[in-house]
């Protein structure tokens, strides 16, 4: 299964490669206008959301900006492949992947981020420290996850980059929501239309999560559960 996915993700990854970035802005703008507009956007105060990479990707700048401009609450990822998380993380943790969600209250905070090793804004280690986590014990959780993929098939399956992140945290947030007894939050895969796999069923473990829809350029596609 390992192999097969790495073969998807390298034949899918060329196909973004050849992407213009003006398809991929209008693209992105798209998508943004899409959310904006969606009764599920409307009804959420609390979403998180991937900070994009600088090329081959969905863009979600204009995005995020607008999820603090329309007063909501505006929270995105920092992930550690080593050792331990940010004291104040409340996340899934073992030594090799961790991720957190962390609220960024302002635009020009937003734009303040420096960029990781793939070149994604994150905030950093002392800024972590500071910032609210999405899943802390006072804190309701989350009511929408935004999030990134290499692709998706029809089946809302999803492929991600291998690290297992995301899976993982969508249980804990999960896991969180029952806790206070609220609805889980509702998760979207964002993507560009090259990212749907239209003749493709992706392979699938057990710890692999589905979305509950699918947004591109074109709209929303949700699944029936």
């Not at 992105?28 to 206008?33: D, I, L, N, P, W």
């Not at 309701?140 to 992140?165: C, E, K, Q, W, Y």
């Not at 969508?170 to 796999?197: C, M, N, S, W, Y």
Request: hydrophobic share 35%; charged share 20%; glycine share 6%.
């Amino acid at each position: 299964m390992k192999t097969a996915k790495k073969d998807l993700r390298r034949g899918v990854l060329r196909r973004l490669n050849g992407l213009s970035d003006a398809a991929i802005q209008d693209q992105s703008h798209a998508v943004k206008q899409h959310i904006c507009r969606s009764d599920i956007y409307k009804h959420s105060t609390r979403i998180s959301l991937y900070l994009s990479m600088p090329l081959g990707e969905l863009r979600t700048d204009e995005l995020a900006r607008q999820i603090i401009s329309d007063g909501k609450q505006l929270f995105v990822p920092i992930t550690r492949t080593q050792g331990q998380p940010p004291r104040n993380t409340h996340s899934p943790t073992n030594a090799h992947k961790t991720m957190s969600m962390l609220n960024i209250p302002s635009i020009d905070q937003l734009e303040t981020l420096n960029r990781n090793k793939w070149g994604i804004p994150e905030p950093d280690l002392a800024q972590a420290h500071t910032l609210h986590d999405a899943l802390s014990p006072t804190s309701p959780g989350l009511d929408l996850i935004l999030t990134p993929a290499v692709a998706f098939d029809g089946s809302f399956n999803r492929l991600g980059h291998g690290m297992g992140f995301y899976d993982g945290y969508i249980k804990a947030a999960t896991r969180h929501a029952d806790g206070f007894a609220l609805h889980p939050p509702t998760i979207l895969g964002l993507a560009l239309v090259e990212q749907i796999l239209h003749d493709i069923t992706l392979p699938t473990d057990t710890h692999d999560e589905q979305m509950d829809a699918i947004v591109t350029s074109e709209g929303f596609k949700w699944s029936v559960k």
